[in-house]
């Protein structure tokens, strides 16, 4: 079970900058478009449980909720949350609803979103993409310098200091070279490394919280994040050591370390602090405000 929860929680980490959670969780865009009568608040408490399938923390979860529901909010404003997405939503809650402590999850997601309900994130005056990740290198990443757009100048890069004590926080792999080329062939075909080509494998620039930006593969360069998804990372901040034939990654945190991280916000949680003050620390330039149409 332990083991199951662990995979949706990093399913839920690769959330990987788009404006609507979904569009990641689920399978696929549905071809029926949200009307501006679609009661989105119902949904809030099963995206939040699809997200935080582990939480137990009650002011945690309200965090949790008032990110998702940004999320459907923001991309019903914008056009980018479709019918479909949210009739598998439902197909994935049903699905789970056999899982050990669904009960007891679920009801937690919805006492956090009835006691959080309407109540969005916003920057300067707009929906704020409610990112989030399992768990940062122990600090956040700055939105602005990884995505170069400014409509993620909410997303700071803040202290995070209960991660490194997670369990979870340092993780490695080890690959041959074949294992290394077969899993970045679909981003370079034909690639074929040979151990001459080891010393060309290093991180081409990082940003300022120490994930990869863009890693050197022979002559290509790589996003950080594609090569780390395309190798089975738990994240982007990684250091990479050549071992004769084979080469090591070791890697801290899990997901793409932007927003929230739901085991710093457990760990707050556990320590007294609330939703607010949660949201405050990972989003310190952002408000909650209530009501769809900020």
Same mark, same amino acid.
Do not use: N
């Given at each position: 079970?332990?083991?199951r929860?662990?995979?949706l929680a990093a399913?839920?980490?690769?959330?990987?900058?788009l404006?609507c959670v979904l569009?990641?969780?689920?399978s696929?865009?549905?071809a029926?478009?949200i009307? *501006?009568?679609?009661? =989105?608040?119902?949904?809030? @408490?099963a995206c $939040?449980y699809?997200?935080?399938?582990?939480a +137990?923390? %009650?002011?945690?979860?309200?965090a949790?909720?008032?990110l998702?529901?940004s999320q459907?909010?923001r991309?019903a404003k914008q056009g980018t949350l479709?019918?479909?997405?949210?009739?598998d939503?439902?197909?994935q809650?049903?699905?789970?609803?056999?899982?050990?402590?669904?009960? *007891?999850?679920?009801r =937690?997601?919805?006492?956090? @979103?009835?006691? $959080?309900?309407?109540?969005?994130?916003?920057? +300067?005056? %707009?929906?704020?993409?409610?990112?989030?990740?399992?768990?940062?290198?122990?600090?956040t990443r700055?939105?602005?310098?990884?995505?170069?757009q400014?409509?993620?100048?909410?997303?700071?890069?803040?202290?995070?200091q209960?991660?490194?004590?997670?369990?979870?926080?340092?993780?490695?792999k080890?690959c041959?070279?074949e294992?290394?080329?077969?899993a970045l062939?679909?981003?370079l075909p034909g690639?074929?490394?040979?151990?001459?080509?080891l010393?060309s494998?290093?991180a081409?620039?990082l940003?300022g919280a120490?994930?990869v930006l863009?890693?050197?593969?022979?002559?290509e360069l790589?996003?950080g994040?594609?090569?780390?998804?395309a190798?089975?990372?738990?994240s982007s901040?990684?250091?990479?050591?050549?071992?004769?034939?084979k080469?090591?990654?070791m890697c801290?945190?899990m997901?793409?370390?932007?927003g929230m991280?739901?085991?710093g916000?457990q760990?707050?949680?556990i320590?007294?602090?609330s939703y607010?003050?949660?949201?405050?620390?990972y989003?310190p330039?952002a408000?909650i405000?209530?009501?769809a149409?900020v």
């Open positions: 079970m332990k083991e929860l662990k995979f399913a839920a980490t690769v959330l990987l900058l404006p569009t990641v969780l689920l696929g865009r549905g029926v478009s009307s *501006r009568d679609t009661d =989105l608040e119902g949904y809030v @408490a $939040t699809l997200a935080a399938p582990f +137990q923390e %009650e002011e945690m979860l309200k949790q909720a008032v998702m529901r459907l909010y991309g479709e019918g479909g997405q949210l009739k939503v439902m197909v809650m049903q699905k789970l609803q056999g899982i050990p402590e669904f009960d *007891r999850s679920y =937690l997601c919805r006492q956090a @979103a009835e006691a $959080t309900k309407d109540q969005v994130l916003a920057w +300067q005056g %707009e929906l704020c993409p409610g990112a989030f990740h399992y768990l940062s290198a122990g600090i700055d939105g602005t310098e990884v995505l170069q400014q409509e993620y100048g909410y997303l700071k890069s803040v202290e995070s209960w991660d490194i004590q997670s369990p979870d926080y340092l993780s490695g080890t041959s070279l294992e290394l080329s077969q062939g679909e981003e690639l074929a490394l040979t151990e001459e080509d010393d494998l290093k081409a620039k940003d120490g994930y863009e890693m050197q593969v022979k002559d790589l996003p994040e594609t090569f780390a998804q190798l089975g990372l738990s901040c990684f250091t990479v050591q050549v071992l004769e034939d080469v090591r990654f801290k945190g997901g793409h370390g932007l991280s739901q085991y916000a760990q707050m949680a320590q007294g602090a607010e003050e949660i949201l405050k620390t989003f330039e408000e405000q209530t009501g149409g």
